[in-house]
Nanobody
Framework: QLLESGGGLVQPGGSLRLSCAAS????????MAWYRQSADKQRERVAT???????IYAHSVKDRFTISGDTDKGTIYLQMNTLIPEDTAVYFC???????????????WGQGTQVTVSS
């Protein structure tokens, strides 16, 4: 129900833009985010866009990555600049709905898109 696109191979110092779109069955989104996971690390939340809207970044990508989009429309983007080999990972799109006291909230994940930074 979350579909990512835009991954690929890029040289160090290059740029990539990831996109994520939620299906129409997901509504009342509270936040959307990008996570990444490489073979030797735990999954890391890279950037968040809330319905405030508010943006939050991991220290490792601050000033290089920019998250944008519209949680009402269920779409987010991740502009990645000045990429370094350590950014190599599978990037996952994530969405969380509003919390409802009687129901809780729902979480959704995309299948991931590979980003490889290498010369």
């Amino acid at each position: 129900q979350l579909l990512e696109s835009g991954g690929g191979l890029v040289q160090p110092g290059g740029s990539l833009r990831l996109s994520c779109a939620a299906s129409g069955s997901i509504s009342s989104i509270f936040e959307m985010a990008w996570y990444r996971q490489s073979a030797d690390k735990q999954r890391e939340r890279v950037a968040t866009l809330t319905n405030g809207p508010r943006t939050i970044y991991a220290h490792s990508v601050k000033d290089r990555f920019t998250i944008s989009g519209d949680t009402d429309k269920g779409t987010i983007y991740l502009q990645m600049n000045t990429l370094i080999p350590e950014d190599t990972a599978v990037y996952f799109c994530y969405a969380r709905t509003d919390y409802i006291p009687s129901e809780g909230y729902q979480e959704f994940w995309g299948q991931g898109t590979q980003v490889t930074v290498s010369s």
